[in-house]
Structure formats: structure tokens, C-alpha cells
């Protein structure tokens, strides 16, 4: 901590240095706040004393409506000190969201396979908006104690000298005792935002791997990881909170004691010539002015403070990396049936021969019971071994139809069959010998590309079928570039389309007799699309494409149009003879190639 404070002390000093005209504004507005402390326990003094006590109403009032007055004048002033406020405080959000931000875009640019780190999100989001109120609480109450003491401290000594006698030494005690908690507090503050970003760093990694963690089936050890992050963040939370209770004991000392040695020692107070304003005029300085103001220091201090010194350190140091039980990564251990050496040399039995049979009868699906449906009272047949196209404006329910298909969504009436059964596949078989589904979004994970390849063989394929396939799909010059089959990819180094490539290679090796691409080339150019379109129009088994080029729907043996309202189905010539959507859509996709 101590390294901390000298690393940023001249940083603050700086910060500070180049807004003298702004601290010279709030000391301004500060010492009306000064003055408005002390007019308000002295006013009242005088108007008991030399007012009321000695028959003078009109004196005493005159002397209410001063310390009346100071109010109106400490409220204007306070109006100035939060204008001064904002100018310091705001110019420090925005430096250290530019130095987050910075930091975040360099190790992008400089590192760019490198995995995003998730806790740019808790520094960026979290951590600056801590640092701008925690800064802007701890001047305000350190600024408004300081003033508040001065002049609750002079009024106290212009009444009665010997008031000091039992205000000053409990204070002092108290500031004392609270003092000597600030350094734990800053090392449990610390603790605590260690914690907050192990589990955005560990929650982050989760939602970006979670495919690899269901496929793997590590959702227990993953799970358990989680649990161990969060639980660390709450023991530190509980220590953080019982340091925080401490400070109560050292208000006690220095805001409440004096209060009850006042009125334990009014009698001695008397004898020694104290007026009984004196004594009225005191309370309202430690009941009214300064126990407030001590209040709010020791929260500020006590919480702003040290979570403020923490903050910064996170902020301003060079990005750390995560350390301690559960901030790994999720891992993605390799699955015995993905074992090269496991397959068996002869070609595994194919139920893809002449494809699967699809039908839609009267189907209609909502997204919610008041939405309107996507699809309505949909009917549909595709043969099986058919290359079937499925083209329509954005959101008009293609995906949805996919997922339908593919068993992930069910209906809210119709029915949906693969080969005469349902779509939605028994737990107890295996959908990757029924079906294969690639979004938009492929999914590759960790581990070699021959093990990406052969996640839906779960009875392993010989390496013919391997190299046939990515000849097929056009994985060739990407197998070159990474080392052939047995080479380790990372995800994230790897282009969306290269992604692309993977996901259509393992597809088109699945013994699926079903294969649904949900705008699964779009980010190939338009000769690998057309390349990877014919090998899976030449591989045995049925075919349903989304498709977003019209080069793809003259590929198709028939093209199904949605509307929204109705669905037309036929051949590219067909269609445009009677759909006009059709005719836009291809209208559309002539004008973007031109």
C-alpha cells in the first residue's frame, strides 16, 4: 500500500496542480460554510444570554434571525461548492476512462489473438464510475470537515476556553482510533476488487466457452469454479463489511463522548462563569455542526477513501494477470471418442442414403403468447435427398424454421416430423445421427482441427473421409496455413469465415442424413460459398440452406419464399413468375452485386 500511495501521489499532485482555479473557488465557498458554522451555535448563544435570559426579546430575536441567516448563506454556498465540484471531478472520470480504454485497444492491436480480458468491462463500467464518486464524496466531506471543525472549534473557544477542555481531547482519541483502521480497511477494499474482477473475468470466460463447456460435459467443474470465485468475493465482502462496522467505535469516541462530557460537566461548567447560552451555543456546535461532519468524514474516509487509493492503483498499474483458484479459463479436455487412433479403419455405417423426409403440418410458432407468430399454420414437405433454399427479408422467421427442424424449438400448434418421427430428438439418442444444424455463428473449439472435424463422428471416420471432406468444403489452403489436421487452433485467432469452413468440414463428415445451414457461409466470398454449397448438394442426404445471395437459391433444387403472412414454395423460375417478394428479393441481391 505504501508503494501505492508514492506511485500515485505524484500523479494526484498533478491532477491537482492543474486546477488551482478551481480549488481556489471551493475554499472560496468553503469559508462561507466556515462562517455559517460558526454565526449559527454563536447566534443562539447570544440571543439566550444577551436576549431572552436577560429580558431583551427583540435583542434575542435579532440574534435568530442572524444564525437563520448563516442557514441561507451555508445553503447558497453549498449551491457553489458542487458547481466547483464537477469541474474536478468529471475531468478525472474522463482520464481514466481514456486510459482504460486505451490500455483495452493496444493489447488489442498489439495482441490481437490474444482472448479479450473481461475485466476491461468491471474497470470501464464498474470501476471509474467507483473512482468519480468516491473522489467527489471524499473532497466534499474532507472539505466540509475541515471548515465545519475551524468553525465549530472558534466558536467553542469564543463562548468558553474551557468548552475545549472536553471537546478537543475525545476528538482527537476518536480521529486517532480511526486512522489506525484505514490501512486494513485499504487492504480488504483491495481484496474485495480483486474478487469483483475474478468473477467477471471467470463469468466472462464462461459465456464466451459455454458450447465447449456443455460439449465437454464440464458444466459440474465449471460450476464449481464459479461457485469457489464468488464465494471468495463474498468472504471478502464480509471482512470488508466487519472493518467497516469499526468505525463505529471510534465515532463513538469522537462525536458522541464530547456531547455526553457536556452535559455530564454542566454543573462544573456553571460554577466556572459558563453562561447557560454558552452551554446551548456548545450542543449546537457538536450536535448540530460538528458530529455530522465527523459522520460523514469517517464513512467518506472509511469507505470512499481507501476504495478510492484501491481503485486508482487498478486503474492507473499495468494490467495484472488473474490469478488464484478459479480464474482459468474453462479448459476443454479432449473426449475419448474423438481419439484418432480410436476410429475404426472401416467406413462407420451412414443413415444419410437418400436423406430424411421433413414435414410441416399447419405449423405455427410465437415467440411468447402475446407475440404475434413468426411462422402461421406453415405446411411443408422436402423429399428426402432434396436441396431445399429458404430466402426472405431480415427476422421474417428463417432461423426459426431451422430450429424447428432441427428439434431445438417446438410449436405452439402443428406438427414437425424428421422421417416420420418427431423433430425433437429423445434424450436417450444421439441427434448428431439424425440431424446437424450450423448457424451463422460457427462453433470451433480448442483442441486440434481434427478434433473439431470429428465432434459429430461419435463413431470416429477413417482418414479418407477426413481429407474428402475438407477437399469438399475447400479447407485445404486453411489445413496449409495451420499445419494439417493435428495442429492446435484457438478460436479467437481464427477469422470468421475460417470458423466458417471448420464448422461446414465437420458437418459435411456427420453421419447426419440431415443437414440444416442457417446462413452458415456467409462470410465466405462468393466462390468458396458456391464450392461449399456443391459439396454438401453432392454429399448423400437432404439439404435445407438459408440462404443471402441469390447464387445459392438457383443452386437449389426448390427455393420456399416467407412472407410473414403466406410461404411460397418452387422452382428459381417459378417464383418469379408468381411471388413478388421473390422478385424483389432477387432484384436486391442483382443491385448489391452491381
Known amino acids: 500500500m505504501t508503494s501505492t500511495r508514492e506511485r500515485l501521489l505524484p500523479q494526484a499532485l498533478r491532477f491537482l496542480g492543474r486546477r488551482k482555479r478551481v480549488l481556489l473557488t471551493l475554499a472560496g465557498w468553503s469559508l462561507l460554510e466556515s462562517a455559517h458554522t460558526f454565526l449559527g451555535g454563536y447566534g443562539i448563544a447570544m440571543a439566550l444570554d444577551h436576549g431572552f435570559l436577560a429580558g431583551r426579546t427583540g ?9 437563520a441567516l448563516a442557514v441561507v448563506v451555508g445553503g447558497l454556498a453549498g449551491g457553489g461548492v458542487f458547481r466547483g465540484l464537477a469541474d474536478l471531478v468529471e475531468p478525472l472520470r474522463d482520464g481514466l476512462v481514456r486510459r482504460v ?8 492491436v498489439s495482441e490481437p489473438a490474444r482472448a479479450a480480458d473481461s475485466a476491461v468491462v468491471s474497470r470501464l463500467t464498474n470501476q471509474t464510475e467507483i473512482a468519480r464518486d468516491s473522489f467527489a464524496g471524499l473532497v466534499l466531506v474532507a472539505r466540509s470537515f475541515v471548515f465545519t471543525a475551524v468553525g465549530a472549534l472558534l466558536g467553542l473557544a469564543s463562548l468558553a476556553p474551557q468548552l475545549l477542555l472536553l471537546v478537543l481531547p475525545p476528538l482527537i482519541v476518536g480521529l486517532l482510533l480511526f486512522l489506525a483502521t484505514l490501512r486494513p480497511m485499504a487492504g480488504r477494499q483491495r481484496a474485495f476488487l480483486h474478487a469483483d474482477e475474478a468473477v467477471s473475468t471467470q463469468v466472462g470466460a464462461i459465456a464466451t466457452g459455454l458450447r465447449d463447456v456443455v460439449a465437454c460435459g464440464a458444466q459440474e467443474l465449471t460450476a464449481a469454479r464459479a461457485h469457489a470465485v464468488i464465494e471468495s468475493e463474498a468472504r471478502a465482502a464480509r471482512s470488508l463489511a466487519r472493518w467497516a462496522a469499526a468505525r463505529s467505535l471510534s465515532l463513538g ?21 459558563v453562561t447557560a447560552g454558552a452551554l446551548l451555543g456548545a450542543l449546537t456546535y457538536l450536535t448540530q455542526s460538528l458530529l455530522p461532519a465527523l459522520h460523514t468524514l469517517m464513512n467518506a474516509l472509511g469507505a470512499a477513501g481507501t476504495r478510492l487509493l484501491v481503485v486508482l492503483d487498478r486503474l ?38 437418400g436423406g430424411s423426409r421433413v414435414e410441416l403440418r399447419a405449423v405455427t410458432f410465437t415467440y411468447g403468447s402475446t407475440a404475434q407468430p413468426v411462422l402461421r399454420d406453415l405446411d411443408l414437405t422436402v423429399e428426402p435427398g432434396e436441396h431445399l433454399v429458404v430466402v426472405g427479408p431480415s427476422g421474417i422467421g428463417k432461423s426459426t424454421l431451422t430450429g424447428l427442424v432441427a428439434g431445438l424449438l417446438e410449436p405452439a400448434h402443428g406438427e414437425v416430423l424428421v422421417q416420420g418421427g418427431p423433430a425433437r430428438v429423445p434424450s436417450a439418442d444421439d441427434p448428431a445421427l439424425l440431424r446437424v444444424l450450423i448457424p451463422q455463428e460457427a462453433y470451433v473449439f480448442t483442441g486440434s482441427v481434427r478434433e473439431n472435424l470429428l465432434y459429430l463422428c461419435t463413431a470416429g471416420a477413417p482418414a479418407a473421409a477426413l481429407e474428402a471432406s ?20 484457438d478460436p479467437a485467432s481464427l477469422s470468421q469465415g475460417e470458423r466458417q ?94
Do not use: K, M
Request: charged fraction near 15%; proline fraction near 9%; charge should be neutral.
Open 59 to 67: 435583542t434575542g430575536l435579532v440574534w435568530l434571525g442572524v444564525a
Open 101 to 108: 480504454v486505451g490500455r483495452a485497444l493496444t493489447q488489442a
Open 253 to 273: 469516541v469522537a462525536g458522541h463522548l464530547p456531547v455526553l462530557l457536556l452535559l455530564v460537566a454542566a454543573p462544573w461548567l456553571l460554577r466556572q462563569q
Open 316 to 353: 492507473t498499474a499495468g494490467p495484472e494477470e488473474p490469478s488464484g483458484p478459479g480464474t482459468q479459463r474453462p479448459s476443454t479436455p479432449p473426449a475419448a471418442s474423438l481419439n484418432p487412433s480410436a476410429a475404426p479403419s472401416s467406413p462407420p455405417a451412414r443413415a444419410r442414403q
Open 470 to 489: 475438407a477437399e469438399a468444403v475447400g479447407l485445404g489452403p486453411l489445413l496449409h496455413r495451420l499445419g494439417g489436421f493435428d495442429a492446435q487452433i
Open 501 to 594: 469452413l471448420i464448422a461446414l468440414g465437420r458437418a459435411h463428415l456427420s453421419p447426419a442424413p440431415l443437414v440444416l445451414l442457417d446462413e452458415a457461409t456467409c462470410h465466405l466470398d462468393p466462390a468458396a460459398e458456391a464450392r461449399a454449397e456443391l459439396a454438401f448438394a453432392e454429399r448423400p442426404g437432404t439439404v435445407i440452406v438459408v440462404a443471402h445471395r441469390i447464387s445459392s437459391a438457383r443452386r437449389a433444387d426448390r427455393i420456399l419464399v416467407l412472407d410473414g403472412v403466406h410461404a411460397a414454395c418452387g422452382t428459381h423460375d417459378e417464383l418469379l413468375s408468381r411471388s413478388a417478394l421473390y422478385r424483389d428479393l432477387v432484384g436486391r441481391w442483382h443491385a448489391e452485386r452491381l
